[in-house]
């Protein structure tokens, strides 16, 4: 009788354990998605957003039939600045460097801006910001009443050179934009220097590599059960992938960067451009 006692003491221990443990999770992703959806205070860059007529394209990765459609959406035309930026955060002190939580942001977050309200000692107020993590990217996006883009519609708008909506079958264009990727120091440079494309939007490869929304979730799901995606897979390193445009190196080395990243990753050379819904004019 006394083990049998014993036996329901110790399965009773182990069960308050689990619900105490479940509980103390469940509080702690309610304090992180508080921190992270907390309303940030309005801003209002001063940037021309270009209207992009959507429609289907055949993506990198996928099948060799696999069209992806999309929808018309608002986007940029240039990359947000060190000066934008700063006016964001000015406004919003919890995203500056000394402020920043390391699960949104590590270690190297703005790490060349001389303190927390003042840039890089010779850098351009005009030149793309970098060392962004992708949770201050959609922080600022959602301060300005935008969004990130998906990595669809990045890539969609990203197919045009200065003449054509789809310049992915022309023998230049992977080869010139991969000279774009190995110019050293370019993210240095001012937005709108060099032509836009055939949609008026600029820097698309020239400057920094972009963060968007999903910016890895195609490589992997959080659930292979279900094949859905959700935040937790931003988190993750990719998966393998197939891919429909062998012959576009460029492209490979978009996607590859991209499945490196964490959302909490700040990159010397990467920055970010917002995007907006046609139908949403309200903040």
């Not at 006692?5 to 110790?10: C, E, W």
């Not at 443990?21 to 998605?33: F, Q």
């Not at 390391?102 to 010779?122: G, H, R, S, V």
Request: aromatic share 12%; proline share 4%.
């Amino acid at each position: 009788m006394s083990k049998i006692f014993k036996i329901v003491l110790i399965l009773g221990g182990f069960f308050l354990l689990m619900v105490s443990c479940e509980k103390a999770n469940t509080l702690s992703t309610k304090k992180v998605s508080s921190d992270s959806t907390e309303k940030e205070v309005d801003i209002t860059p001063d940037v021309k957003m270009v209207l992009i007529k959507g429609g289907e394209y055949q993506p990198f990765y996928g099948t060799d039939s696999t069209l992806v459609k999309v929808e018309n959406f608002l986007l940029d035309e240039r990359p947000v600045t060190n000066a934008e930026f700063l006016d964001f955060v000015k406004k919003n002190p919890k995203w500056k460097r000394s402020n920043i939580k390391a699960i949104f942001a590590d270690d190297t977050y703005l790490k060349d801006w001389q303190d927390d309200e003042t840039l890089p000692k010779n850098a351009d107020p005009n030149a793309a910001v970098t060392y962004v993590s992708w949770f201050a990217a959609k922080a600022y996006a959602k301060s300005a009443g935008k969004r990130l883009p998906t990595l669809d519609e990045w890539e969609y708008v990203a197919m045009a050179d200065e003449e054509s909506p789809n310049a992915r079958n022309k023998p230049t264009y992977s080869s010139h934009l991969i000279n774009l990727y190995n110019e050293k120091d370019r993210q240095k440079n001012k937005v709108k220097i060099s032509a836009p494309n055939y949609y008026g939007i600029y820097n698309m490869f020239d400057l920094v590599w972009e963060w968007t929304d999903d910016f890895n979730s195609i490589m992997t799901t959080s659930d292979s059960r279900t094949a859905e995606f959700d935040d937790k897979g931003l988190f993750c390193a990719s998966a393998a992938t197939s891919t429909t445009d062998v012959l576009n190196y460029a492209s490979f080395m978009r996607y590859a960067f991209r499945s490196s990243l964490k959302a909490n990753y700040t990159v010397g050379n990467l920055g970010f451009r917002c995007a907006k819904d046609p139908s949403n004019t309200t903040k």
